[in-house]
């Protein structure tokens, strides 16, 4: 079992630019969230997708989108980019119980 | 509201000793805490949980207290090892209503030889 898996590992934009980050839930996991943590933070949640619909929000702009698929995979698109948006995005799965698993995160840097 | 807070940002402990990281929380409706390991590069992994009808829970060399009188929770670490240099957080996960983990701003924990 490869756990979740996240990818790109490491990634630069350009202010203004878009970006999508992927994400592959552990085997056997329907639920994905995501998670934005800063430098020195916590993580921050953004939201989480059940059966392709996101169910949950958090205080985040709606640059920040998403999606998952039938195979249970996500992705996280960030439209608009600002250097404040600079961070290492999680992503974890869970079978629907309240353990959660994390990937190893996508480090993004706007420049 | 919502937040869940660290104590120190920062905990040196000599390697061999016990460590005891310690979070506050407000919720008094919180039912849930998870304690996670972060190490450099890493997400978080998950380390032990308890519920808030419980006040104690016990795994390999980790020991979670929780007390609802005055929210607070604090994570032990028995024999501290090199291994266990990371970030620590506490979070919250009030599943019986939206399942979003909610987490604090971590301590770093330093392992002293």
């Known amino acids: 079992d490869a756990g979740v898996t996240q990818s790109p590992t490491h990634l630069i934009k350009t202010r203004g630019q878009q970006v999508t980050l992927r994400c592959s839930p552990k085997?056997?996991?329907?639920?994905v969230s995501w998670y934005q943590q800063a430098l020195g933070q916590g993580p921050q949640f953004i939201f989480q997708?059940?059966?392709?619909?996101?169910?949950q929000r958090g205080n985040f702009p709606d640059r920040f989108s998403g999606h998952q698929f039938p195979n249970y995979s996500s992705e996280l698109n960030v439209n608009a980019l600002l250097l404040g948006d600079s961070a290492l995005y999680l992503c974890?799965?869970?079978?629907?119980?309240?353990?959660?698993?994390f990937g190893q995160g996508t480090r993004l840097t706007v420049v | 509201g919502e937040s869940v807070g660290l104590h120190l940002p920062t905990l040196s402990v000599q390697e061999g000793d016990n460590s005891i990281i310690n979070c506050a929380y407000s919720?008094?409706?919180?039912?849930?805490f998870i304690w996670y390991k972060q190490e450099s590069g890493k997400g978080p992994q998950f380390i032990i949980d308890?519920?808030?009808?419980?006040d104690k829970r016990q795994g390999q060399r980790v020991t979670v207290l929780l007390n609802k009188t005055v929210k607070h929770l604090s994570l032990q670490i028995a024999a501290t090892q090199p291994g266990d240099s990371a970030v620590y957080f506490c979070?919250?996960?009030?599943?019986?209503?939206?399942?979003?983990?909610?987490f604090g701003k971590g301590t770093r924990l330093h392992i002293l030889p």
């Open positions: 308890i519920r808030s009808n419980m």
């Open positions: 997708y059940y059966e392709e619909e996101e169910r």
């Open positions: 974890a799965s869970s079978p629907g119980t309240l353990e959660a698993f």
């Open positions: 979070a919250e996960n009030r599943a019986n209503r939206d399942d979003k983990i909610i």
């Open positions: 085997s056997g996991h329907d639920t």
């Open positions: 919720n008094s409706a919180s039912d849930y």
